[in-house]
C-alpha cells in the first residue's frame, strides 16, 4: 500500500491507573498531557504521556464487561494493548484490512481525527488502530486524542524516544507476515535474526513466546543506570537493561 505510516502512539491496559502512570513518570521523566473523556463510554479512564512524538497511553477499566478488562483476565494483566499508527486515509486501511479477513472493532470520529480499530483477535498479539487528523500531517502538529497542548508536555531530559515494541508468538515469523501484510510495511530482520517491521519512526520486533501478547517496549535514554536505578527504588526487579511495569518490559537503550 501507498501513503505514509508512523508509529503514533502505544497503550498498555493496567487493573488500575496508579500506580502505573505514576510509575512511568517517575522513572523515565515524563509527564501526563492528558486525560481523554471519550474513553470514558467504553468504561475506561486513561492517562497519555509523549515520549517525544510518540504516545505512552495506559487506560485501565472502571466497570465491568469491558473489552480491557476481558483483556486483562485472558493474559492474567500482562501484555500491551493496542499499536496506533498515524496514517492518510484509515478508512482505506480498514478496507485492506478486511480483504485479508481482519474485521474493523470500532471507528471513532470525532473530527479533525478520525480512526479505525481492527478486531483484535483478528490481529492477534494487540489491537491495530490507524488514525489521520484532518489539516494537520505535522507530527508535532494537533493529535485530539491527546488533548489540545500535549507538546507542552514533552519532557526529553531523562528519555528521548519510544523507539518500538516486541510482539510475541509461538510462529513470529507468521505473526510478523500478518502484521506486514496489515500494515502494508515489508518484514526484514534484526540484528539478533529476529524478524521485525521497520517504520520511519520505530520497529515492531516479533520474537519467540508461548502465547501472541505485545510484550515489550523499547526507550531510548540518556543514563540507562539512572533509569535502571529509578525503577529499582519504585519496586520493580531489574533484568539486565530491562524491567516490567504495566504488563511489559522496557527495554532500555542509549
Avoid at 497519555?48 to 485501565?60: G, I, K, M, Q, W
Amino acid at each position: 500500500m501507498t501513503g505514509y505510516m508512523r508509529l503514533r502512539q502505544i497503550c498498555l491496559v493496567a487493573p488500575h491507573l496508579e500506580p502505573v502512570v505514576g510509575d512511568l513518570a517517575a522513572i523515565f521523566g515524563l509527564e501526563v498531557c492528558y486525560r481523554d473523556p471519550h474513553v470514558g463510554k467504553y468504561g475506561l479512564e486513561n492517562a497519555l504521556l509523549p515520549v517525544d512524538t510518540t504516545l505512552l497511553e495506559v487506560v485501565a477499566p472502571f466497570q465491568d464487561g469491558t473489552a480491557a478488562g476481558r483483556f486483562l483476565q485472558r493474559t492474567g494483566n500482562r501484555g500491551g494493548y493496542m499499536a496506533i499508527f498515524a496514517c492518510d486515509d484509515p478508512d482505506e486501511r480498514g478496507r485492506h484490512a478486511a480483504t485479508l479477513g481482519v474485521r474493523t472493532a470500532n471507528v471513532i470520529d470525532h473530527p479533525p481525527y478520525h480512526g479505525v480499530q481492527l478486531h483484535p483477535r483478528d490481529c492477534r498479539a494487540a489491537f491495530i488502530e490507524f488514525n489521520h487528523t484532518a489539516g494537520s500531517d505535522n507530527i508535532r502538529g494537533p493529535y485530539p486524542p491527546a488533548g489540545p497542548d500535549w507538546q507542552a508536555s514533552i519532557r526529553t531530559d531523562v528519555t528521548q524516544a519510544l523507539l518500538g515494541v516486541e510482539l510475541q508468538s509461538p510462529d513470529p515469523a507468521g505473526l510478523a507476515r500478518h502484521w506486514s501484510a496489515i500494515i502494508g510495511a515489508p518484514v526484514s530482520a534484526a540484528d539478533r535474526g529476529d524478524p521485525e517491521i521497520v517504520l520511519v519512526n520505530g520497529r515492531l520486533r516479533f520474537v519467540t513466546g508461548a502465547e501472541e501478547l505485545m510484550t515489550g517496549v523499547t526507550m531510548q535514554v540518556r543514563d540507562i543506570s539512572a533509569v535502571l536505578s529509578a525503577a529499582k527504588a519504585k519496586g520493580h526487579a531489574i533484568d539486565g537493561n530491562s524491567f516490567l511495569l504495566g504488563g511489559v518490559a522496557f527495554r532500555l537503550t542509549s
